[in-house]
């Protein structure tokens, strides 16, 4: 108990892994759909800005496409002077790989780390603040949502296996916190192991480590289509 009364009161050190290294297949552009505008700003930068406003977090670490290093530092950097940035990190071929190069590049004395897709432009503030809350009391942490409708577990054939009770399913969102040398760990152990996981959280699972799910927003959408970018579009529309 001593221990953590004492973290409370210096408080835990903070960082933020974004990752924009996905390519737009399926918005059908060439380059990195976190680069995309909206009202003529980045998506990636709408999805920085709640951690470079929230007191908390001490530094930032962009993981983003070899071809994408130089616009980031020529265009996004030159109109967006973020106080919190670290040197870019050149992503893998995998989310999960750019992950785990963003978590290796960090070199600070860091107690949390905070991973975040960089086309997730709509955190908010208290979301965030929620989330770190729960990290005092906790090696892990989730923002999610409940499912509003209905799910199936179908086989490769198309046909319906089982239908799970819908109060028990959660639909996943980033950011996700954790202690940093657990999900490094995680990362570590996945990689030797030869697993490959849809997020962060089910690598930390592995290792027998408690997630806990945080109140989200339906607000903090993923943008990965077209019809999502109209969706944002819509949304800044309301928020302005």
């Not at 780390?113 to 503030?125: E, M, S, Y």
Request: include cysteine.
């Amino acid at each position: 108990m001593a221990t953590r009364v004492a973290l409370k009161a210096i408080g835990k050190r903070v960082a933020g892994v974004i990752v924009a290294a996905g390519e737009g297949r399926r918005m059908g552009t060439p380059g990195s759909k976190a680069f995309l505008p909206i009202n003529g700003i980045p998506i990636v930068v709408y999805a920085i800005r709640p951690f470079e406003a929230c007191s908390r977090v001490q530094s930032l670490y962009p993981v983003l496409r070899e071809d994408d290093v130089h616009a980031w530092r020529s265009e996004i950097l030159k109109k967006f002077p973020f106080k919190k940035m670290k040197p870019p990190v050149v992503g893998g071929s995998s989310r999960q790989e750019s992950v785990r190069l963003g978590l290796e590049s960090i070199r600070e004395d860091i107690d949390i780390v905070l991973i975040h897709d960089g086309v997730r432009p709509f955190v908010g503030a208290r979301v965030l603040e929620r989330l770190l809350a729960t990290m005092e009391e906790t090696q892990a942490a989730v923002l999610a949502v409940p499912a509003k409708e209905t799910m199936k577990i179908v086989d490769s054939s198309g046909h319906v296996l089982e239908t799970p009770a819908r109060k028990a399913l959660w639909q996943i969102q980033t950011p996700q916190a954790f202690e940093y040398s657990t999900v490094l760990a995680a990362h570590h152990k996945a990689l030797a192991d030869g697993i490959t996981a849809t997020d962060d959280a089910t690598l930390v699972e592995r290792l027998g480590v408690p997630v806990k799910i945080v109140q989200g927003s339906y607000r903090n959408i993923k943008i990965t289509t077209n019809e999502d970018l109209i969706t944002a579009q819509s949304l800044l529309k309301e928020e302005e």
